[in-house]
């Protein structure tokens, strides 16, 4: 069993940062890609990043490119999400997510390649 637990949310001003992790349990994390999503209240949860498992290739949704960074740490178990330049529109529960497959190129964007997922982490940006 995969045990995936977020932490690093919180409340941040507009234009502030914050990096949410994610550590992993249970397998060989370092040949699954990783994935981080989103849900704001009253809406259906949203693809924001993911990682290959070889860290070489990233995936990033368009409101987010250029603000945010997704890496990992095989080493540790751990994926991260550097969030910069943060908007109230980026207010969300944010949920890391392990990949169904091994040794996928690029991490996907569809909720259903991922198996397992964290508890999710508040994320509020103010304005």
């Known amino acids: 069993q995969v045990q995936l637990v977020e932490s690093g949310g919180g409340l941040v001003q507009a234009g502030g940062s914050l990096r949410l992790s994610c550590a992993a349990s249970g397998r060989t994390f370092s040949t699954y890609a990783m994935g981080w999503f989103r849900q704001a209240p009253g809406k259906d949860r949203e693809f924001v990043a993911a990682?290959?498992?070889?860290?070489?290739?990233?995936n990033y949704e368009d409101s987010v490119k250029g603000r945010f960074i997704i890496s990992r740490d095989n080493a540790k178990s751990t994926v991260y999400l550097q969030m910069n330049s943060l908007k109230p529109e980026d207010t969300a529960v944010y949920y890391c997510?392990?990949?169904?497959?091994?040794?996928?190129?690029?991490?996907?964007?569809?909720?259903?390649?991922?198996?397992?997922w964290g508890q999710g982490t508040q994320v509020t940006v103010s304005s």
């Open positions: 997510a392990a990949d169904r497959v091994r040794w996928r190129d690029l991490g996907s964007r569809a909720e259903d390649d991922y198996a397992y």
């Open positions: 990682i290959s498992w070889r860290l070489d290739k990233t």
